[in-house]
């Protein structure tokens, strides 16, 4: 069973840094694109980045370039987004999505909530 | 870049069919296929057709999408309306470098 469970959310002030993780599951994870979709409350699904399956081709949304660094390790499973210099606009639940071989995203976690306020 | 425009929200009664459009704002609609994702309250979403008119297996026939490129938009039609088939609905395509969602249509069945 295909499993993505992400950590690392909370509260961070606007400045501020933090890590999100997502951990890998019941699939060939190297074989796979993976990306990070984020939901600010009440509002709808925005793509936040991409990376290839190699972390040869990396892509970010215009929102977050220059801040977010989105990274894997195959060996561990695991998917990563760092993001800094934080503002009141990324808060929002993070979703890490596999990509299908077709391109669409087939398998989401359950999302982790991040808070960017004083 | 480009946007997807779909409506805020529709409503319909049960058994009934229903039809949420998704307009391609620059690009045409046929050059990146069409995806329609299903979110219910407090969950992820999930895939109801990719490639423009697939539909994931455990996914009812009464999904169906297509796309029109004279209006150069995508549509998602549900029909025979369930309950449960009250929820967000998201149209998502993409370019060569980035991956674009619509504002969501909420669907009340009712």
């Known amino acids: 069973e295909v499993q993505l469970v992400e950590s690392g959310g909370g509260l961070v002030k606007p400045g501020g840094s933090l890590r999100l993780s997502c951990a890998a599951s019941?699939?060939?994870?190297?074989?796979?694109?993976m990306n990070w979709v984020r939901q600010a409350p009440g509002k709808g699904l925005e793509w936040v980045s991409s990376?290839?399956?190699?972390?040869?081709?990396?892509y970010y949304a215009d929102s977050v370039k220059g801040r977010f660094t989105i990274s894997r390790d195959n060996a561990k499973n695991s998917l990563y987004l760092q993001m800094n210099s934080l503002r009141a606009e990324d808060t929002a639940v993070y979703y890490c999505?596999?990509?299908?071989?077709?391109?669409?995203?087939?398998?989401w976690g359950q999302g982790t909530l991040v808070t960017v306020s004083s | 870049n480009f946007m997807l425009t779909q409506p805020h929200s529709v409503s319909e009664s049960p058994g009934k069919t229903v039809t949420i459009s998704c307009t391609r704002s620059?690009?045409?609609?046929?050059?990146?296929?069409v995806q329609w994702y299903q979110q219910r309250p407090g969950s992820a979403p999930t895939t109801v057709i990719y490639?423009?008119?697939?539909?994931p297996s455990g996914v009812p026939d009464r999904f169906s999408g297509s796309i029109d490129s004279s209006s150069n938009s995508a549509s998602l039609t549900i029909s025979g309306l369930k309950t449960e088939d009250e929820a967000d609905y998201y149209c998502?395509?993409?370019?060569?470098?980035?991956?674009?969602f619509g504002g969501g249509t909420k669907l009340t069945v009712l």
């Open positions: 019941g699939f060939t994870f190297s074989s796979y694109s």
């Open positions: 490639e423009d008119n697939q539909r």
């Open positions: 620059s690009g045409s609609i046929a050059s990146n296929y």
């Open positions: 999505a596999r990509d299908s071989p077709e391109s669409y995203f087939d398998y």
């Open positions: 990376i290839s399956s190699s972390s040869s081709y990396i």
């Open positions: 998502q395509s993409y370019d060569s470098t980035l991956k674009v």
